[in-house]
């Protein structure tokens, strides 16, 4: 299985803040990597796909970069709607597994 | 619109079988494919196994063979199913669409399921 490590833990941020989440994969994924956002009442959705794609309906504030291995999740600037958990998640092998998370937090 | 909500029971014991139903609407099971995931009080998600759109599953072999994923696409419906509960099964279990060049892009609210010995 490859598995998706994510960094920081717990991150806290001020408003208007720029900030950077990173997952790194055990082997390379191609690209094959996503972001999702979970809110405290547990609703998820999707932010970026394929690496950099953005999810329509998703504010431009987010973007994604990377390849390889590393890839990573940018905020650029922080809004009160944006404090909540983030999970990347590597769909290019099965089983598709997702890293342990990201607890954005207001500082 | 589209939705997915999940139906099951709030409490199961200990070796016993989960059933969880998704129900779908706002699009076709013929079209798009539907993923189980499931996440443990406090901790992150586990992606369980996939219903695809031409009828085939794919399964996370961390279940063996404990877990089926079936579908009635008359009634919009996909189906999991778990045999063998154990204590740690215990978590919120989502329903997700997903089409083939795109993230999981609706998810259910989750059913929270508890194994109780």
């Known amino acids: 299985d490859i598995q998706m490590t994510q960094s920081p833990s717990s991150l806290p941020a001020s408003l208007g803040e720029r900030v950077t989440i990173s997952c790194r994969a055990s082997?390379?994924?191609?690209?094959?990597l996503n972001w999702y956002q979970q809110k405290p009442d547990g609703t998820i959705k999707p932010l970026i796909y394929y690496t950099s794609n953005l999810q329509s309906g998703v504010p431009s504030r987010f973007s994604g970069s990377g390849s390889g291995t590393d890839y990573s999740l940018t905020i650029s600037s922080l809004e009160p709607e944006d404090f909540a958990m983030y999970y990347c998640q590597q769909d290019a092998s099965f089983p598709y597994t997702f890293g342990a998370g990201t607890k954005l937090e207001l500082k | 619109q589209v939705q997915l909500k999940e139906t099951g029971p709030d409490l199961v014991q200990l070796t016993q079988t989960l059933s969880i139903t998704c129900t779908v609407s706002?699009?076709?099971?013929?079209?798009?494919?539907v993923h189980w995931v499931r996440q443990p009080p406090g901790k992150g998600l586990e992606w369980m196994g996939a219903m695809w759109n031409g009828g085939g599953t794919d399964y996370n072999s961390a279940f063996k063979s404990r877990l089926s994923i079936s579908r009635d696409t008359s009634k919009s419906q996909v189906f999991l199913k778990m045999n063998s509960l154990q204590t740690d099964d215990t978590a919120k279990y989502f329903c997700?669409?997903?089409?083939?060049?795109?993230?999981?892009?609706?998810w259910g609210q989750g059913v929270m399921v508890t194994v109780s010995s």
């Open positions: 706002g699009f076709s099971l013929t079209t798009y494919n």
């Open positions: 997700a669409r997903h089409d083939a060049y795109g993230p999981f892009d609706y």
């Open positions: 082997q390379g994924i191609s690209n094959n």
